[in-house]
C-alpha cells in the first residue's frame, strides 16, 4: 500500500518535471523566434523554422502545433510577439494532457533603426 503511494508521488513529481521542462523549452524557443523576425530584414516564416527546429531537437519532431507572428507598436517601437502552441503532456510526451501557449517577444532592429534617425 505504501510503495504504491510512494511510486504514484514519485511518477507525479517526473510528469511536473516534464511539464516544467517543456513549458520551458517552448518558451526559450518562442523568445528566439521572434528575436530572429525582429533582425533587420527578419521574416515570419524564418520566426516558425527557428521555433520549430529548436522544439524539434529539444522535444521531439512535430511537437509545435501552431506558430503565430505578430508586430506591435508600442511608443516608438516596433515589437514583435511570437506565440507558440504545443501539447502539454498528460503521460510522458504523448497523451490529452491539454495545450499550453507561450509568447516570446523581441524589439524590431528596423524600429531602432528608426527610433535613432528622430533624434
Avoid at 73 to 85: A, F, G, M, P, S
Wanted: no cysteine.
Amino acid at each position: 500500500m505504501v510503495g504504491a503511494l510512494v511510486l504514484a508521488v514519485a511518477a507525479s513529481l517526473l510528469q511536473l518535471a516534464l511539464g516544467l521542462h517543456v513549458r520551458n523549452v517552448l518558451t526559450d524557443a518562442a523568445g528566439e523566434g521572434a528575436r530572429r523576425a525582429a533582425l533587420v530584414g527578419g521574416t515570419r516564416q524564418e520566426a516558425e523554422q527557428r521555433v520549430r527546429s529548436l522544439v524539434d531537437s529539444a522535444l521531439a519532431e512535430g511537437y509545435v502545433q501552431e506558430v503565430a507572428m505578430t508586430r506591435h507598436q508600442v511608443d516608438d517601437l516596433v515589437v514583435v510577439e511570437v506565440r507558440v502552441t504545443a501539447p502539454l503532456p498528460l503521460l510522458g510526451l504523448v497523451g490529452p494532457g491539454g495545450v499550453v501557449g507561450v509568447t516570446g517577444h523581441a524589439v524590431d532592429e528596423a524600429s531602432l533603426v528608426g527610433a535613432e534617425e528622430q533624434r
